[in-house]
């Protein structure tokens, strides 16, 4: 029975909320900026000659076997030793607000660049992989529909659409030779490589009740399924470079029909 209660509170809050909310002009056109909190999914496999489905994650910590096969090691996974899978970043768009129920926009995102360092530790006699760095980067263009499916409720909207990803990556690594344990050689090692891909959007979203008529901040949940599945780096890949996202924008209206 609460959770009735509940519901029926929200859905007469947005009722209120919408009727409080000025009316924007229809075949118009739109500007916006966001920002989006964006959480890449990141993961999948890597074929090498080990294991033709050999786990991809970017929390995973080793790198160096996704450019050589050739290290002893006892880790079983490929991964660029992230902490998180957070890539936050913003937004640009430009769109056209049909009507009340129909929008149509391209969205241009840019994720803030990613870096990590790992560490490990030296053994004597040998040459051994004390550090590696990552860099990595990532943007998209989107071509979404917003709909708004039911008029009494004109704040909520759903969207969907197809997206363009594009995604770098920079792998350093270190390896350095102890002799009685005291260092001798050290070798340096770089490799870049990135891809692109397509994929699919949804989502849904709620506009923030306002007084303006020529202005509307607006946020919205969406995810995306963008699966690569080319050669990155040493290997045959299939990962997933879409994920879950959280924006939070506005959008600037020219004037349009009343």
Same mark, same amino acid.
């Given at each position: 029975?609460?959770?009735?209660?509940?519901?029926?509170?929200?859905?007469?809050?947005?009722?209120?909320?919408?009727?409080?909310?000025?009316?924007?002009?229809?075949?118009?056109?739109?500007?916006?900026?966001?920002?989006?909190?964006?959480?890449?999914?990141?993961?999948?496999?890597?074929?090498?000659?080990?294991?033709?489905?050999?786990?991809?994650?970017?929390?995973?910590?080793?790198?160096?076997?996704?450019?050589?096969?050739?290290?002893?090691?006892?880790?079983?996974?490929?991964?660029?030793?992230? @902490?998180?899978?957070?890539?936050? /970043?913003?937004? #640009?768009? +430009? *769109?056209?607000?049909?009507?009340?129920?129909? =929008? %149509?926009?391209?969205?241009?995102?840019?994720?803030?660049?990613?870096?990590?360092?790992?560490?490990?530790?030296?053994?004597?006699?040998?040459?051994?992989?004390?550090?590696?760095?990552?860099?990595?980067?990532?943007?998209?263009?989107?071509?979404?529909?917003?709909?708004?499916?039911?008029?009494?409720?004109?704040?909520?909207?759903?969207?969907?659409?197809?997206?363009?990803?594009?995604?770098?990556?920079?792998?350093?690594?270190?390896?350095?030779?102890?002799?009685?344990?005291?260092?001798?050689?050290?070798?340096?090692?770089?490799?870049? @490589?990135?891809?692109?891909?397509? /994929?699919?959007? #949804?989502? +849904? *979203?709620?506009?923030?009740?306002?007084?303006? =008529? %020529?202005?509307?901040?607006?946020?919205?949940?969406?995810?995306?399924?963008?699966?690569?599945?080319?050669?990155?780096?040493?290997?045959?890949?299939?990962?997933?470079?879409?994920?879950?996202?959280?924006?939070?924008?506005?959008?600037?209206?020219?004037?349009?029909?009343?």
């Amino acid at each position: 029975m609460k959770a009735v209660q509940r519901f029926a509170f929200f859905v007469t809050a947005l009722l209120l909320a919408a009727s409080s909310q000025a009316k924007l002009p229809d075949n118009t056109w739109f500007i916006g900026t966001s920002f989006y909190g964006f959480e890449l999914n990141g993961s999948g496999t890597m074929s090498t000659f080990d294991d033709p489905e050999t786990e991809f994650d970017v929390r995973r910590i080793y790198s160096y076997g996704m450019v050589d096969g050739n290290v002893l090691t006892n880790e079983t996974s490929l991964g660029l030793g992230w @902490d998180d899978t957070q890539l936050p /970043g913003f937004e #640009l768009q +430009a *769109g056209f607000r049909h009507n009340w129920r129909f =929008t %149509t926009r391209l969205d241009m995102f840019w994720a803030l660049t990613k870096r990590a360092d790992k560490y490990g530790t030296p053994s004597e006699g040998q040459s051994s992989l004390v550090k590696q760095s990552t860099t990595y980067k990532q943007s998209h263009v989107r071509v979404m529909l917003d709909w708004t499916p039911f008029e009494p409720l004109p704040l909520v909207f759903l969207t969907g659409g197809i997206e363009y990803t594009r995604f770098s990556a920079r792998l350093e690594f270190h390896f350095d030779q102890y002799i009685n344990n005291e260092p001798r050689n050290r070798d340096y090692r770089v490799f870049e @490589d990135g891809g692109s891909t397509f /994929g699919v959007v #949804l989502g +849904a *979203g709620l506009v923030i009740p306002s007084k303006s =008529t %020529t202005g509307q901040s607006y946020v919205a949940f969406t995810y995306s399924y963008s699966p690569y599945t080319k050669d990155w780096f040493a290997w045959d890949s299939d990962i997933n470079f879409g994920g879950a996202g959280i924006e939070l924008g506005y959008r600037w209206f020219l004037p349009g029909d009343e």
